[in-house]
């Protein structure tokens, strides 16, 4: 069992928007301002998507945001593409430099 | 640019110890901490610790602990993560990934599959 809850399985269709929970607790998601968002196809390592909660890396696209409220963090993919079909994984800072994943989330583009 | 370059597949028997390098190349290998993280098949991410290069302190997670021994080498770049008394559930893909500070893993490697059998 992790110790973020996010949905199993999310979908919509292409130029559709979505949108994936993370829920945690006042010890991680709620006290810190330090979640982050990965995307992993499959066979291949986790890419770094959402960063301190909102912010995008270089190079990743305008279509994906990140925002918080109170013990829950979201992930929000606007105008889906059949190339955002993949797992999605949210992180948060824990305690003494730990870090907690989320269970992940399937993501089908229809 | 930054790369990740970890160590090859391996197989080994329940008991025994695996050890995993990651060579960092393309940024200041003193400045970030290096994070472990393994995905057993068809499962999720699971955090296992992170080495800071300069000093070599450690944080391991629980579940992990007397387990999991992570080291670094600062001359080659290069950082080590041993496993052992390795069970048929450490089955699993081991990544090592770049943390800035703010707490998130920029640039991962490749990810090393380590197959327990008998």
């Given at each position: 069992q992790s110790a973020l809850t996010q949905p199993a399985s999310v979908s919509g269709s292409p130029g559709q928007s979505i949108t994936i929970s993370c829920t945690g607790t006042s010890s991680n998601i709620g006290n810190y301002n330090l979640v982050s968002w990965y995307q992993q196809h499959p066979g291949k390592a986790p890419k770094l998507m959402i960063y301190e909660g909102t912010k995008r890396p270089s190079g990743v696209s305008n279509r994906f945001s990140g925002s918080k409220s109170g013990n829950t963090a979201s992930l929000t993919i606007s105008g889906l593409q059949a190339e955002d079909e993949a797992d999605y994984y949210c992180c948060s800072y824990g305690t003494s430099g730990s870090l907690l994943f989320g269970g992940g989330t399937k993501l089908t583009v229809l | 640019q930054v790369h990740l370059v970890q160590s090859g597949a391996e197989i080994k028997t329940p008991g025994a110890s695996v050890k995993v390098s990651c060579k960092a190349s393309?940024?200041?290998?003193?400045n970030y901490h290096v994070d472990w993280v393994r995905q057993a098949p068809g499962q999720g991410l699971e955090w296992m610790g992170i080495i800071n290069p300069t000093g070599g302190a450690t944080t391991y997670a629980q579940r992990f602990q007397g387990r999991v021994t992570l080291t670094r080498d600062t001359s080659t770049s290069t950082v080590y993560m041993e496993l052992s008394t390795l069970r048929s559930d450490d089955t699993a893909v081991y990544y090592c990934a770049r943390r800035p500070y703010g707490d998130y893993l920029d640039f991962w490697g490749q990810g090393t599959l380590v197959t327990i059998s008998s």
């Open positions: - | 393309g940024y200041t290998f003193s």
